[in-house]
């Protein structure tokens, strides 16, 4: 359907025509100069000069040609497959199976099979294959349901079929997500319900890394299914043997072995710990599991310090603790004015938190701090006296605006920063955190100084730094020009479920100021320890002579895995002086990587080692669990079937009366000034009118 939309009420548009086909009348009429012509031509100018008009006069409107469109949409049948290594053990033929459901779905329109998008999940969400193998080490169904959620937003989907046994060892509860997709969900129960008699190794609890000389511990959880009495736990490598025992009963609950160990050789140690088995035990895959620590010379130590308490130093303390790199400390700053603070060589690195230089305590410390050479991040105070900070050589001079007046900056990343890379993820945290408080004023920042965060006021991002690193011939250092950050740790968990985001902020920090800040100019940054479901990231940087980021180098890495076999890659650019390099995921083993780039026709190499730990979740024993499933599908209106019954699933998806196709309308609206036809409609009549005249002999 089309209509005509003008810019005035008929009656005026009417009127308007009235009047220029009236006045194209009269010229041809009781014009003089054309008493010549012959009556039927007059009235063929008079028509032509009327429409000319006509046409001009309808413009002056702005008239809009509106047009409605009746679109159909077929809604989609969303496919997700189980494919973690659960699902291979109890249903080795189900891959067919499935592709021969699918492809036995009828897709005329309106009818399930009309629109199919298959997909598998497992650690992440993919396309489906249909040779798609079973063999995740994890299951996680809440990333594909909030990756799908958004995929296929606004676009209609008829029902959801989700093939799975239950049994979800990754993410979130997805519970909680199913509703939001708006569509029934039917679920596929495959896997086996029956308890069976069964010891298993449930999770192993230690940290990833350790310090040589000291002791750590590996906590060994044991479970059980159907079997009561004692059990043997024994753990080996590393030239030990030890054994424990523990006891278990009918009920279930699992029992706890810890096995303490000391650190006396550094690099990646590797532990085996097995649990033995019963008699007519089905699996003793789960019996098994090994654990691989890495030891290192020693953890760096972090000094905290304040006047007093101090919220953000909690914050940032709680954030390094997580880190099994670092050791903390927390000293008050009066202890660390002393000849005791100069002579003390074990910090790698100093936080003052609330730094006030006007104060003479805080200035020692600070002083004693530089003479010893230590790394220094300064948090500072709002109200603090700023010509006193200025006075310190830290190449930052702050002009107050007024004594006393603060602002609320919130940061925001500086996707140009130099020396290390932060998830992008921490951008959008740090727009939904409560900002900062900061002083007010005017700031010039020494050439030293790289910002790492701009203050964002008002939702805006400015060109002045809230947080700064900065390399000088005194050392390495970290400015933040507020306070406030522990609710950026509070308020991001409240957000993300999660301290990852904030942990990373002050880690890298931390890495950063810690590191050696000597002559190397190729760094290749790569985790020591991995899981086997997780990507191998690698991140170089390569400067010139003068230490300024260098682009454009080619930087190539050699991977060899414990078999000899080599693979080859290749970082890309993302930021000057920044590489990246994502391997994927391997399996698990020890690999040794050579990184090797040529700056300025020298050869530079960097090499390391990283172990890839395998994961045993899916080989833990456990019944299928379909009342999860259940629950789920009756939640969002849908059914359960068994692995035999999908020719049901076909029919209550055929009788659902979901995939009918919808009816769209859409509103078009075209502004007719805009044609170029009517330019060239105008210019023929007014073109037609003058030829004719002048054949006519007028004008």
């Not at 009920?251 to 303490?260: C, E, K, N, R, Y």
């Not at 700031?443 to 060109?463: C, E, K, S, V």
């Amino acid at each position: 359907m089309r209509d005509l939309v003008l810019d005035a009420p008929l009656f005026q548009v009417a009127l308007a025509l009235t009047i220029v086909v009236a006045a194209a009348a009269l010229l041809y009429r009781i014009d003089r100069g054309n008493k010549h012509l012959s009556s039927g031509l007059r009235a063929t100018l008079g028509v032509i000069r009327a429409t000319a008009l006509a046409v001009l006069v309808l413009l002056l409107f702005r008239p809009v040609l509106r047009s409605e469109q009746r679109n159909t949409t077929q809604p989609s049948l969303l496919v997700l497959q189980d494919v973690s290594q659960s699902i291979g053990e109890d249903h080795p033929e189900w891959t067919d199976s499935l592709n021969r459901w699918i492809s036995s779905l009828p897709a005329e329109e309106g009818e399930p099979g009309a629109a199919i998008q298959a997909y598998a999940f497992g650690a992440d969400l993919s396309e489906w294959n249909q040779e798609q193998a079973m063999s995740s080490p994890v299951t996680d169904l809440s990333t594909p349901l909030e990756l799908i959620q958004g995929q296929w937003a606004g676009r209609p989907i008829g029902a959801v079929v989700i093939a799975t046994d239950g049994r979800f060892n990754r993410g979130k509860n997805p519970e909680t997500m199913a509703a939001k997709l708006g569509a029934p969900i039917h679920f596929v129960l495959l896997g086996d319900t029956t308890v069976r008699q069964d010891i298993r190794i449930n999770q192993l609890l230690h940290n990833d890394v350790a310090g040589i000389g000291n002791q750590f511990p590996i906590e060994v959880e044991v479970g059980g299914n159907g079997y009561e009495g004692t059990v043997g736990v024994t753990l080996t490598g590393a030239g030990i043997r030890q054994r424990l025992e523990v006891q278990l009963d009918l009920s279930g609950a699992p029992a706890i072995a810890t096995f303490l160990l000391d650190a006396k050789t550094p690099g990646i140690q590797r532990y085996t710990v097995e649990v033995e088995g019963i008699p007519g035990e089905a699996n003793t895959e789960n019996n098994t599991r090994k654990a691989t620590i890495d030891v290192i010379e020693r953890r760096k130590r972090i000094l905290l310090t304040s006047l007093g308490p101090h919220p953000d130093r909690g914050a940032w303390s709680n954030a390094l603790a997580d880190n099994a790199n670092y050791e903390v400390l927390h000293l008050p700053i009066e202890e660390l004015v002393t000849g005791d603070f100069a002579k003390e060589e074990d910090w790698d690195a100093v936080y003052f938190f609330g730094f006030d230089p006007g104060n003479q305590a805080v200035r020692s410390a600070y002083a004693n701090a530089k003479e010893v050479g230590l790394p220094v991040g300064l948090i500072v105070d709002p109200r603090a006296d700023f010509e006193a900070l200025a006075q310190l050589g830290i190449g930052l001079n702050f002009t107050l605006t007024r004594e006393g007046l603060t602002t609320d900056p919130k940061g925001s990343l500086n996707p140009a920063f130099p020396h290390f890379t932060l998830d992008p993820a921490l951008e959008s945290m740090l727009a939904e955190v409560p900002p900062l408080v900061a002083p007010f004023g005017e700031a010039d920042w020494g050439p030293a100084h790289a910002p790492l965060l701009f203050q964002r006021i008002g939702g805006i991002t400015t060109a002045y730094p809230l947080l700064t690193v900065a390399q000088t011939s005194q050392g390495r250092s970290m400015v933040l020009l507020g306070e406030g950050s522990w609710r950026w740790r509070q308020v991001g968990y409240l957000r993300t479920d999660s301290h990852e985001r904030f942990n990373e902020l002050v880690g890298k920090l931390t890495q950063y100021l810690t590191s050696d800040p000597g002559v190397d100019r190729f760094r290749v940054d790569g985790p020591r320890l991995l899981d086997e479901d997780q990507r191998l990231n690698f991140q170089a940087r390569v400067y010139d002579a003068t230490l300024q980021p260098l682009q454009g180098a080619d930087i190539s890495l050699q991977m060899t895995d414990s078999a000899g076999a080599s693979y080859d890659y290749r970082f890309s650019s993302s930021n000057p002086g920044r590489y990246s390099l994502d391997a994927g995921r391997l399996p698990k083993g020890t690999y040794n990587w050579t990184a090797q780039t040529d700056i300025a026709e020298k050869a530079f190499r960097r090499s390391g080692t990283v172990a890839i730990r395998g994961i045993q979740l899916e080989r833990n024993g456990r019944p299928a669990q379909h009342d999860a499933l259940r629950r789920m599908a009756e939640q969002t209106g849908g059914t359960t079937f068994s692995s035999t019954a999908l020719k049901d699933l076909t029919q209550a998806l055929t009788d659902s009366g979901q995939f009918v196709p919808e009816l769209r309308l859409s509103e078009r609206l075209q502004d007719l000034i805009g044609w170029k036809t009517l330019l060239y409609i105008l210019t023929f009549l007014l073109a037609a009118e003058w030829a004719i005249r002048r054949w006519a002999g007028t004008y």
